[in-house]
């Protein structure tokens, strides 16, 4: 989805003159952390650490979102959703790159980068859309309240979640399989830590330019469309707070607004970021830097913020804590 400004590279021409002189890629290497050993260890060590902790984190917010009945909400079921793809997309990436750092082996089969390409497309498509509608249902919970249980019913909760999973598997699958339709010969090191579609695009020995014009079509149709609703969104909702009397009611309503609008930005911006600048700008371990604000910070910072910022989840575990706590007693 943010694969919105694919790497310009060699072309088509220089592709099929060099193409000879390589054979297909059945294997990639990818970038390490560090040249150093020691560097490479502490920083495999680390990012197993937030790995952890931003697993741990957003599953407890799923755990207390669904055993808490208070919470049966559509607010906490679409934050209760996004904490699942939160935890799915960063156990995509962190661990295998950890794993590899700690064993000093760069290698990732192309099946295994098949696979990773996918799901890391899905749950970043997923997960923006998930962003998408907790806009809408905040902005119809503040600018119409009255209509708010009619609009937002469960019923219509599990179809936008099933129409998001759905649409989400066609568009993994349509860019999975275009990009893994063209042959890898230039070379099979990525120069990244995780299999991605530009980074992949410029070991292509073929011509890439249907693919980075589908990618960018498909990256301003989905991500732009996506930003603009939940601007749209918030623009309204913040005109309807302004307009209530009490401060301690414009207190509260912010407060639901101000942590989502935290995540939607350092997601989006995070993303555009590295996906919209021209590859001639960016070197690889300034992509890999960027790299790991974009895929790592958004999932690490959503159980932190939601669980700090909100009072309704901070009771519930401490329910949950104490129920533990006396029924072992």
């Not at 980068?113 to 809408?136: G, S």
């Not at 509260?252 to 607004?257: E, I, L, P």
């Amino acid at each position: 989805m943010f694969y919105i400004f694919p790497l310009l590279s060699r072309s088509p021409e220089k592709k099929i003159q060099e193409m000879s002189n390589f054979t297909l890629v059945s294997e990639f290497l990818l970038m390490e952390f560090s040249d150093t050993r020691e560097l490479q260890i502490v920083y495999a060590l680390l990012f197993l650490l937030i790995f952890l902790a931003t697993l741990l984190g957003n599953l407890l917010i799923v755990i207390v979102t669904t055993t808490d009945r208070q919470l049966h909400t559509p607010m906490y079921f679409f934050l209760r959703n996004l904490s699942l793809v939160d935890a799915c997309y960063i156990t995509v990436i962190l661990p295998k790159a950890s794993t590899n750092s700690l064993l000093n082996n760069r290698a990732i089969s192309k099946s295994e980068c098949v696979a990773q390409i996918f799901l890391v497309v899905f749950f970043v498509y997923t997960e923006l859309i998930c962003l998408t509608i907790m806009a809408r249902d905040r902005y119809v919970a503040i600018c119409h309240p009255l209509h708010y249980a009619g609009i937002m019913s469960p019923r219509v909760c599990m179809q936008m979640t099933l129409a998001c999973l759905l649409t989400g598997l066609l568009y993994a699958g349509f860019h999975t399989g275009y990009t893994f339709r063209l042959p890898f010969c230039w070379s099979n090191v990525i120069h990244q830590f995780f299999c991605d579609i530009p980074s992949l695009l410029k070991l292509s020995c073929s011509d890439t330019f249907r693919n980075e014009v589908l990618i960018l079509a498909s990256g301003l149709g989905v991500g732009g469309g996506c930003f603009a609703f939940i601007t749209a969104s918030y623009v309204c909702i913040f005109s309807t707070v302004l307009k209530i009397p009490g401060k301690e009611d414009q207190r509260k309503a912010f407060s639901t607004c101000v942590p989502h609008i935290i995540v939607v930005s350092v997601f989006l911006i995070s993303g555009f970021y590295v996906y919209l600048r021209p590859s001639s700008v960016s070197a690889s371990i300034e992509d890999m830097i960027l790299s790991v604000f974009y895929c790592i910070v958004p999932p690490f910072l959503n159980p932190i913020i939601y669980s700090l910022r909100n009072k309704q989840i901070k009771e519930a575990v401490k329910t949950i804590i104490r129920r533990n706590i006396f029924s072992r007693r």
